[in-house]
């Protein structure tokens, strides 16, 4: 039931959270420069689309919900696709979700408390409940969700073209001093640049989020490469354009010292009506947690549904057809990871494992065009396109150890392959006491959601 517009309000909705309005210094800091800072930004969104026309090939050669998963498994086998799985359930997916919901909180909950900063245990109780919020909208319904994610669509692009446009006015009226000498005092070393490029594809994280979702996808075929081809660039052009428009106010150095760029803007340009850009933050950061949980739900539902889950988070509502169980446990995960007091370090840490996996995936087209070549490609993107992105993929891994090498590297490895003991226990020699053990809840969820496996519901 997801049509072309609400596939490009997917793409785009979930790419621009609250990082392009909060902290879009964590790029400058790395190259010291107004030039090469737009240029990052620009390399970034190209890398993005490069990436997302890969996974366009995969998602329309393989339609199955999942993402990453079902193209690692028909290309490598079941070893990386579970370790996908492992490492995405368990930590990149859910974290996300949580520090998504976080930063809703904070800006939600700063009017409340002018002058200092909300209590913990308020942000932490109102971002569990966005949590709860979002994952109820959609185990009720995949159109619920899909209208939600439009609407939030719609409200930060209002934002987005208030910034830009008032970046525009400012340069049409001469401000244009902070782009005099742009290059000069830059720090550019191969360690700077994949820094500064591994903090802007951050920003961009969800250019794959529509290949979750393909089995749900109205004519995927058509639509799926076509919201990848409108999405991405649009989502690039915004993220260049506020750039420019946050340098027109703020010099290098000011961008750096504020917590908070967008409001800062808001503060010298929008005054006395700068309260519209932490409201329209709030919508951007729903936005974008419902989209990661619309699609992340599917990658759950797929695990269950390949036994590399409980057997359970396969099943699909009767009465609502979303993967109700799925989405119930990828919410509860994310609540678990609202508890610690700070999970942004944690998420740096293992944002290098999505990289391997992009990688892995990108490699995985190129294998199957010589191991599946009976398998029909509606699109057929030119070879050289995967050999960049899996080389770039290489270096965004290698980048943050070599530059600045750390144990929670390592730790983020052998959770990784940690994966490799529960594989062999639970799906290699099917210990199957977890499935036993889950058969009471498995009758009970049946009873309360009205789920059953996906063929009961075909039947």
């Given at each position: 039931k997801v049509g072309l517009v609400s596939g490009i309000c997917m793409i785009v909705g979930t790419i621009i959270g609250s990082g392009i309005f909060v902290s879009p210094k964590s790029v400058l800091a790395n190259v010291e420069a107004v030039g090469p800072c737009l240029t990052i930004w620009a390399a970034c969104g190209v890398l993005a689309t490069l990436g997302a026309l890969c996974f366009a090939e995969l998602g329309t050669m393989i339609t199955k919900s999942g993402g990453e998963y079902p193209y690692l498994m028909e290309a490598f086998g079941p070893i990386p696709a579970f370790l996908f799985s492992w490492t995405s359930l368990l930590v990149t997916k859910p974290s996300s979700f949580a520090i998504i919901c976080l930063s809703f909180a904070e800006y939600a909950s700063a009017p409340f408390y002018p002058g200092c900063d909300p209590?913990?245990?308020?942000?932490?109780?109102?971002?569990?409940?966005?949590?709860?919020?979002?994952?109820?909208?959609?185990?009720?319904?995949?159109?619920?969700?899909?209208?939600?994610?439009?609407?939030?669509?719609?409200?930060?692009?209002?934002?987005?073209?208030?910034?830009?446009?008032?970046?525009?006015?400012?340069?049409?009226?001469?401000?244009?001093?902070?782009?005099?000498?742009?290059?000069?005092?830059?720090?550019?070393?191969?360690?700077?640049?994949?820094?500064?490029?591994?903090?802007?594809?951050?920003?961009?994280?969800?250019?794959?989020?529509?290949?979750?979702?393909?089995?749900?996808?109205?004519?995927?075929y058509r639509n799926l490469p076509l919201s990848i081809i409108i999405g991405i660039p649009l989502v690039t052009v915004c993220y260049v354009l506020i750039n420019i428009s946050y340098f027109t106010v703020m010099t290098s150095t000011e961008l750096l010292q504020s917590q908070a760029v967008a409001v800062t803007f808001g503060d010298r340009v929008l005054y006395p009506a700068s309260w519209i850009v932490p409201l329209f933050v709030v919508f951007s950061t729903l936005g974008s947690a419902n989209g990661t949980c619309f699609t992340a739900g599917r990658l759950v539902y797929v695990a269950g549904r390949e036994g590399h889950m409980l057997k359970v988070l396969s099943y699909i509502s009767v009465k609502h057809l979303t993967p109700a169980p799925a989405i119930i446990f990828y919410g509860a995960i994310a609540i678990i990871y609202i508890i610690p007091g700070d999970i942004d370090t944690l998420i740096n840490y293992f944002s290098f494992a999505v990289w391997i996996f992009y990688g892995l995936t990108v490699l995985a087209l190129i294998v199957m065009r010589f191991t599946r070549k009976e398998l029909r490609r509606p699109i057929r993107i030119p070879i050289i396109i995967p050999v960049i992105v899996t080389l770039v993929s290489i270096l965004l891994v290698l980048a943050p150890i070599i530059s600045a090498p750390e144990l929670a590297y390592l730790y983020c490895i052998l959770f990784i392959l940690s994966g490799l003991i529960v594989y062999v226990l639970f799906v290699h020699l099917k210990f199957n006491w977890p499935q036993k053990i889950s058969k009471p809840m498995t009758m009970h969820l049946q009873m309360l959601l009205e789920v059953v496996p996906e063929e009961e519901v075909t039947q």
């Open positions: 209590p913990q245990v308020v942000i932490k109780c109102l971002a569990a409940a966005a949590i709860v919020v979002i994952t109820i909208v959609n185990s009720l319904s995949v159109k619920l969700g899909s209208y939600l994610q439009n609407f939030l669509t719609a409200a930060k692009m209002i934002i987005v073209t208030i910034i830009i446009v008032s970046g525009i006015v400012l340069l049409a009226k001469g401000k244009t001093e902070n782009f005099k000498d742009s290059f000069k005092d830059s720090k550019i070393s191969v360690s700077s640049i994949s820094l500064a490029f591994y903090n802007g594809l951050w920003a961009y994280d969800g250019w794959n989020q529509l290949n979750y979702i393909t089995e749900e996808l109205k004519n995927p």
